[in-house]
């Protein structure tokens, strides 16, 4: 187990002990730890697949990250925009 896969573990509390493995569920993991993951994870994240992958994932799930991580990482993963209508339920949700 590398230290990538050990550092997954507080975000799967669903699996108690075990850890998903990163190269079967890759996107999955990726937008999980785009999602809830600390910066620190998200870099580590970033050297482990690399921005390519980590940005095509991202892309073809942009309407799965939450709205203040889509903000975040829109320009350094150069996201597409979201549809008008998810993002008015964003926004009501915020409110």
């Known amino acids: 187990m ?5 550092a997954l573990g507080p975000l799967y509390p669903e699996l108690g002990a075990n850890r998903p493995d990163p190269d079967v569920y890759a996107e999955s993991v990726i937008v999980r730890v785009l999602n809830t993951g600390p910066d620190s994870l998200r870099e580590q994240m970033l050297e482990y697949y690399g921005a390519e992958r980590v940005r095509s994932v991202a892309q073809a799930r942009v309407n ?32």
């Open 2 to 6: 590398n230290a990538f896969q050990e």
């Open 64 to 95: 799965r990250l939450d709205a203040p991580v889509y903000r975040q990482w829109k320009l350094r993963l150069q996201l597409p925009d979201r549809s008008p209508g998810l993002e008015r339920i964003h926004r009501l949700w915020r409110q």
